[in-house]
Structure formats: structure tokens, C-alpha cells
């Protein structure tokens, strides 16, 4: 089954069904619902520090399939002999000034020049929180090909990465790391930009990552929407799906899923394991920073489903596990 590709209104591309993106109608009441908010946004104590072993990367995982959680929707996913690291996301704040805007809870536990050698970075849309221009200009210089968002790739060659280097996939799009992985470019249902202006002139993307061995869907940001079942049908069951349960809030439920619809999207798309991320992280939404999980090991229960909850930086074999590492900071 093919997906079919990202379609366009003039310049502008277009979710898979109609859908609500809290435009400039909705900040007065978002404005309203952050300053009478009384939840824990933010933590009361400070997370951490995690700090990897970095030696364990030395041996491959013995399962051939391995992840670590840096934060937020950043990974670093081993998987059959291949290194992809997703959405990275080193610097202090997700905003377009480091002076001001959401800051990180806990710092990256491992620093970016301790990260093993890499075979691709994905980079799934433009959003401050996944596509941070000082990360990416660490990169300068070096072969590490990157896979992206149709129109995302001009932010990398901006940012000094060479273009030979991007690969740019509409929704159906593969492209093969060293012809035993292959990583496909599947819809979500969100949007873009990093400004007032210029949204949703570059796409936004889930991904399939396909090793000799194992199945993994990279969910990114995405709200609910029946295409995760077509993806499901088209490349499941998935050893692993990665799905973000945070920075939900009424204002915005078609471009977040929060963590029902998370655990929907799961069953949907035919997985084994479910990872949550997108949480913990910053403080993007009215919610407390601990309620996502909270929530979700719960709907676990209820549906029956198998979660991987590792700690930050902590290099875990993929196997059913919960860490419950947030637990001590309640």
C-alpha cells in the first residue's frame, strides 16, 4: 500500500483532515487559561542530573534494538546495526532567542560530542522544540546524512549543512541507510512554522524506521486521526511506536493527542510497545509536567497496553519496562 503525498493550498500544505491549529483567535483564552492555571507546570525541585554511560555503546544492544531518551522527542534509536537520532534538541530553550522562552527541566545527559557515530538524523518539521539551529550547526562538516520534512532541508543548508547531505521526503517517501534500513515519511496531523509568518510552508511528517529485524514508527507531533490505522494496515505491527502524550490543552486537541488518543494511536497502528515523549521536558502547555505519564500508565491498564518508560539517558533495551523515574520528584 502506498501513502499518498502531502498535498498543497497555494503554498501552503495541508493536514489529512480538516483541522483546528489555535490560530490568533485562540490566544486570548490560551492567555487567560495559563495565568489563572494552578497546575505544576514547571517542577517544583529540579530533574536530575541524568548522566549516560556512554560505554555501552560500544557493544551493539543484544535485542538489535536499543533507545535513548535525551528529552522531549529527542532520540537516539539503535536498531539493527544503524544509529538515528530524531528531533535533537541540545540548547537551553525551545524559542527563536536563548533570552527567553520554555526551558529545559533537566539538562541533555549527554553532552553532543559524547554521541556514538550516527547514520541519519530525522528531523520531522520546523517547530523550535525539534529543529534547534544551534544543534544542528554542530553538525557542520560532517557526512551525517540528514532526513526531513519537504521544505525543512533549507534550514539545515542555512545552518551550514551541505545539501547532498538532506534528504527531503513528502508523506510516502523513503530513503535507505546503507541499503539495510529504511525510513519512510508517513502523514501527521499538524502544522509549521517558526513565526507569524511563513506557516505551513514546510511539511511536518511521522516516519518508519525499517531495520533487518525490527519495526519502529516515530510519531512525532500529530494529533488524533484515522490515518494512523492506514499506517497501521500499510507497515504495521511495529515492534515500537514512538508517540508524543504531552503539551496537549483544549485550545489545540486536533494538532496534540495527549495521552488517550496516544494510547489509541498505538492500538491503531498494530504495536507491541508503546514509548512515550513529548513530556517532562519543557513546559508547553497548562497541564502539570508530570500528568502526561501519570495519565498514560493508567489508559495502559485500562487498554491493555505494553509500555518502554526508560529514564533520561538511559540506554535501554526495548522490552516492556517503566522506569518510574519521575516518581521521586512528585
Request: net charge neutral; charged share 20%.
Amino acid at each position: 500500500m502506498n501513502l499518498a503525498g502531502a498535498h498543497k493550498k497555494g503554498k501552503k500544505f495541508q493536514n489529512p483532515i480538516p483541522t483546528d491549529m489555535g490560530g490568533l483567535e485562540v490566544m486570548i483564552p490560551i492567555l487567560k487559561e495559563y495565568i489563572n492555571n494552578k497546575a505544576e507546570n514547571t517542577p517544583k525541585q529540579p530533574l536530575g542530573p541524568f548522566k549516560t554511560d556512554i560505554a555501552v555503546y560500544q557493544s551493539a544492544p543484544k535485542s538489535g534494538l536499543r533507545v535513548t531518551w535525551v528529552g522531549h522527542s529527542s532520540l537516539l534509536i539503535e536498531i539493527d546495526g544503524k544509529r538515528i537520532l530524531t528531533d535533537p534538541v541540545w540548547s537551553d530553550r525551545v524559542s527563536f532567542t536563548q533570552l527567553m522562552g520554555p526551558k529545559r527541566f533537566f539538562a541533555p545527559p549527554l553532552a553532543l560530542n559524547q554521541l556514538p557515530p550516527l547514520d541519519a538524523i530525522i528531523v520531522s518539521h520546523d517547530h523550535y522544540d525539534h529543529l534547534d539551529k544551534e544543534t544542528i550547526k554542530f553538525f557542520r562538516g560532517t557526512t551525517t546524512p540528514f532526513i526531513c520534512s519537504l521544505g525543512v532541508g533549507k534550514y539545515l543548508q542555512n545552518w551550514g549543512i551541505e545539501k547532498d547531505y538532506i534528504s527531503q521526503l513528502d508523506w510516502g517517501d523513503s530513503v535507505m541507510i546503507d541499503h539495510s534500513c529504511v525510513v519512510t515519511a508517513a502523514p501527521a496531523r499538524h502544522f509549521s512554522g517558526r513565526g507569524i509568518f511563513g506557516r505551513n510552508e514546510t511539511l511536518w511528517s511521522s516516519f518508519v524506521i525499517k531495520g533487518q529485524q525490527h519495526k519502529i514508527f516515530f510519531g512525532a507531533d500529530s494529533g488524533w486521526f484515522p490515518g494512523f490505522k492506514d499506517i497501521g494496515d500499510a507497515f504495521g505491527p511495529f515492534d515500537l511506536t514512538i508517540l508524543e502524550i504531552g503539551a496537549y490543552g483544549k485550545h489545540w486537541a486536533d494538532i496534540h493527542m495527549g495521552p488517550d488518543h496516544a494510547s489509541n494511536a498505538h492500538l491503531a497502528l498494530k504495536g507491541e510497545l508503546m514509548m512515550p515523549i513529548h513530556w517532562g521536558t519543557f513546559n508547553l502547555a497548562p497541564h502539570a509536567w508530570f500528568e502526561p505519564i501519570e495519565r498514560l500508565t493508567g489508559y495502559a491498564k485500562e487498554k491493555n497496553i505494553q509500555l518502554f518508560v526508560p529514564a533520561p539517558g538511559e540506554p535501554a533495551e526495548v522490552k516492556e519496562y517503566v522506569s518510574d523515574w519521575w516518581k521521586k520528584y512528585l
